[in-house]
C-alpha cells in the first residue's frame, strides 16, 4: 500500500524527496536519502563534524517585553 511505505520511508528517514515519492508511487522500494548514513539502526544523518545533537545554550531573556 502507498500509504504505509509513504509512512515508512517517513519514519525512517523524518523526510522524503521526489526521487523517493516517484519510486512508491511506482509500487518500488525507495532507496534512502543522499548523504544517508545507516549507524547500525540508529537512523542518524552523515556525521558533519559539528557535534550533531548536542543541546545548545539557552539564554535567559531578563529584560521585559517591549510594548508596541
Known amino acids: 500500500d502507498i500509504v504505509e511505505a509513504m509512512t515508512a520511508a517517513l519514519l525512517d528517514w523524518e523526510t522524503?524527496?521526489?526521487?523517493?515519492?516517484?519510486a512508491i508511487m511506482e509500487g518500488r522500494k525507495p532507496s534512502p536519502p543522499a548523504g544517508w548514513v545507516d549507524k547500525g539502526g540508529n537512523n542518524d544523518r552523515a556525521d558533519d563534524g559539528k557535534g550533531g545533537d548536542a543541546p545548545q545554550p539557552v539564554t535567559p531573556i531578563t529584560?521585559?517585553?517591549g510594548q508596541h
Do not use: N, R
Open 16 to 22: 522524503i524527496d521526489a526521487e523517493q515519492v516517484k
Open 63 to 65: 529584560d521585559p517585553a
